[in-house]
């Protein structure tokens, strides 16, 4: 297990690492490290996780991912349907 103080920041080699970011897990120095909501990031994951419209387009796949799947879903209720009253024609007198 490294000892936070034999570590160095990801971004300035020269410097001691003063924090590892909760997410990445990487090491950086007090300048690179921020907290947010409790927690200490890095830059990178700083941006990820506050940039804006992302929540939005998550949202946005999962409307398709449902729609995709419901549709499929009719499509193949309907085509069981005809099948049914195709063989039902073949078989049924008249």
């Known amino acids: 297990m490294n000892a936070?103080?034999?570590?160095r920041c990801l971004l300035h080699p020269q410097r001691e690492a003063a924090a590892r970011c909760a997410k990445c897990r990487k090491y950086?120095?007090?300048?690179?490290?921020?907290?947010?909501?409790?927690?200490?990031?890095?830059?990178?994951?700083?941006?990820?996780?506050?940039?804006?419209?992302?929540?939005?387009?998550?949202?946005?796949?999962s409307v398709?991912?449902?729609?995709a799947a419901g549709g499929g879903l009719i499509i193949t209720c309907l085509l069981f349907y005809l099948f049914g009253r195709a063989?039902?024609?073949?078989?049924?007198?008249?």
């Open 28 to 61: 950086f120095c007090r300048e690179c490290a921020t907290e947010h909501q409790g927690l200490i990031l890095c830059s990178a994951c700083l941006k990820s996780r506050t940039e804006p419209g992302r929540e939005s387009h998550r949202v946005l796949r």
């Open 87 to 94: 063989v039902l024609a073949m078989v049924a007198p008249g």
């Open 4 to 7: 936070l103080s034999a570590q």
């Open 64 to 67: 398709a991912g449902w729609s």
